[in-house]
C-alpha cells in the first residue's frame, strides 16, 4: 500500500501490517473498515464465470484480514467498439452471483473504455480491530495451512492455448469462484494474528512477504502442498505464466530450494487468481483446523512452519 503523502491520523491503521492491498480506518474499539480494490483481466472465456472469478478475487482480501464485506463497487474496463453491453451485463451478473454469496451488495460502480476488458471490484467491509489478521501476525513454531490448491496460473495459461481437458479446467473454475469466507471464520476461531491470500505473487511471493514482515523463517512441505488436477503435467509441459518466473526471481535470494528441480519450484511461485489463505496456527490446533476446512469445502492442508529468523522461505 503506497502513499502520495504522509497521512497523520491514529485511526488509519497503515502499512505492511495491515496486508499488501487493503487500508484499514478505526471507527471504534470493537469495529474498522476495511477498503481493498482489485481488477482482472479474463482468465476463462464464459464472460459470467469471469465475472463471478474476478468478484472472488476482489473481496479475498476482507477475508484474508478476518474481516466481512459489506458493500462494492463494480470497476469496468470495456472496448465498447468490440464487445457488447448484453456481454458486460453478463459479466456483471456473475459479480452479483459472488455478491450474494458473500452476503454484500454492489451499489454501483464505474466504466471505461479500455482496449482490453477488465473487471473487478472495490469493496468495503468491517472487521474488529483486535481479532484482525495480517500478514506480519505469524510467529515462530507455528504450522502453516493453506485452504487451496496451488495452480490456477499454470491452468489458467494452458486454457487460454487450448491445452487443458474440460475437467481440469472446470477444477480449476471451481477453486477461483469459492469464496475464502469460511476458512477466514475458521482461522479467526482459532486464533490465528497471521494470514494472507494467495494471489498474483504466488504462495512464494505471499508468504515470503509474510515471513519478511512478521521475522520468522518457513519452511514449506513440498510433498504435503494440494495442487489442482494437471497442474503439475501442465507445468512440465511449458505451461508457465511469465507473472510465475518473476514471481521466482523476487523470492530467489532468498529462498533454499533443496533438491527440487525448476518445474517444482516453479509451481510454487505459480501466480495465482482467486487463491485460498495461508496462516499460522498452534500446532496442536492445526489438524482440526484441516478438517474444519475440509469439512466446509476446502482442499486444505498443513504445508508447513515457521521458525525463528529474519524472513528466509525453504522447500523440502
Known amino acids: 500500500m503506497r502513499h502520495l503523502a504522509p497521512i497523520h491520523d491514529e485511526n488509519l491503521l497503515v502499512g505492511t501490517e495491515t ?9 471504534a474499539d470493537d469495529r474498522a473498515i476495511v477498503l481493498t480494490a482489485d481488477f482482472i483481466t479474463p482468465v476463462v472465456d464464459d464472460a459470467r464465470t ?15 484480514m478476518g474481516g466481512r464485506p459489506l458493500i462494492a463497487l463494480n470497476l469496468v474496463g470495456w472496448n465498447v467498439d468490440e464487445l457488447s453491453t448484453e456481454l ?38 468491517e472487521v474488529d480491530p483486535a481479532k484482525m489478521m495480517t500478514n506480519a501476525g505469524l510467529k515462530p513454531n ?48 482459532a486464533g490465528t494474528t497471521g494470514c494472507t491470500d494467495v494471489t498474483g505473487f504466488g504462495l512464494l511471493g505471499h508468504l515470503g512477504r509474510m515471513a519478511l514482515e512478521s521475522g520468522v523463517d518457513v519452511t514449506i512441505d ?6 489442482l488436477p494437471g497442474a503439475k503435467d501442465l507445468a512440465a509441459d511449458g505451461m508457465i ?8 526471481g523476487w523470492i530467489e535470494d532468498r529462498l533454499d530450494a533443496g533438491v527440487h528441480d525448476e518445474t517444482t519450484v516453479l509451481l510454487f511461485a505459480d501466480a495465482q ?4 489463505l495461508i496462516f499460522g496456527v498452534d500446532p496442536a490446533v492445526a489438524d482440526g483446523v484441516v478438517v474444519d476446512l475440509l469439512a466446509s469445502g476446502h482442499t486444505a492442508a498443513v504445508v508447513g512452519s515457521t521458525s525463528v529468523g529474519n524472513g528466509g522461505l525453504a522447500l523440502r
Not at 495459461?157 to 481437458?165: D, L, P, R, V, Y
Not at 487468481?273 to 485460498?276: K, N, R, Y
Request: aromatic fraction near 6%; proline fraction near 4%.
Open 19 to 27: 496486508g499488501d492491498d487493503a487500508a484499514v480506518y478505526r471507527i
Open 273 to 276: 487468481t482467486s487463491g485460498g
Open 88 to 125: 458486460l451485463g453478463d459479466v456483471m451478473a456473475g459479480g452479483n452471483d459472488i455478491a450474494a454469496e458473500g452476503g454484500f451488495f454492489v451499489v454501483g460502480g464505474h466504466t471505461i473504455d479500455d482496449p482490453e476488458p477488465k473487471y473487478g471490484m472495490c469493496v468495503v467491509g
Open 222 to 227: 513440498v510433498e504435503a502442498t494440494p495442487f
Open 142 to 189: 507455528q504450522a502453516l495451512v493453506l485452504t487451496k490448491p496451488l495452480g490456477v496460473g499454470v491452468v489458467t495459461t494452458a486454457i487460454k492455448n487450448g491445452a487443458a481437458s474440460a475437467d481440469v479446467a472446470a477444477a480449476a473454475v471451481a477453486s477461483m469462484t469459492k469464496l475464502n469466507a469460511q476458512a477466514s471464520v475458521i482461522a479467526v476461531a
Open 50 to 64: 469471469w465475472g463471478r472469478v474476478a468478484a472472488a478475487n476482489s473481496v479475498s482480501d476482507v477475508y484474508a
Open 241 to 248: 505464466p511469465g507473472g510465475t518466473r518473476r514471481n521466482l
